[in-house]
């Protein structure tokens, strides 16, 4: 999930990690709690997970933007509010090692089929500006860009400069 959030989701969890706490083992705690509500899929082919994806729905109303809301997450959101009624590809990851042997166009696929399964008409994605490699893979499987945001960074250490939203149709 960090090779997919571009460490976003590392300096999440180091925030939330309470005195002593390893900031990983709040991650495994948290993707652990999205597997029991069946949002995740992994590759592993009998040596531990090589890859993974995890998503969800995204509904017809946006999500409201309050003040409260963290600046770190704002554009995110923003941008997820431009998806309504899509399925959201919230992580899609590979070890780098594992990478390209078309793991990450087959889980794009499953969630093709999740998403029929479920009724959606599209599929959405937030991708990092600088991610090259995984907004080919994208592009290459049906998604154009919809909108950008700029990164809003809020102590976290990052090159992305903006995130953008691709979106695909499913026909």
Known sequence: MNFAGEGLPLHVWTG?????????????ARQAEKARE?????????????????????????????????ALFRPLQELENQALESRYVNV????????GQGLGSKLLDLADEIARAEGYKRMSVIVADENLGARRLYERKGYSELAKAPCAKDG??????????????LS
Not at 42 to 62: C, K, M, Q, R, S
Not at 156 to 169: F, I, Q
Request: charge should be negative; hydrophobic fraction near 40%; glycine fraction near 14%.
């Open 16 to 28: 939330l990690a309470q005195d002593g706490e390893d900031p990983w083992a709040v991650g495994r």
């Open 38 to 70: 069946g949002q995740v899929v992994v590759f592993d082919f009998g040596n531990g997970v090589v890859a993974g994806l995890t998503g969800y729905g995204i509904g017809a109303e946006p999500e409201e933007i309050g003040d409260s809301f963290p």
């Open 92 to 99: 899609l990851a590979c070890y780098p090692e594992n990478r």
């Open 156 to 169: 976290w250490d990052t090159e992305t400069e903006n995130w953008v939203l691709l979106v695909k149709s």
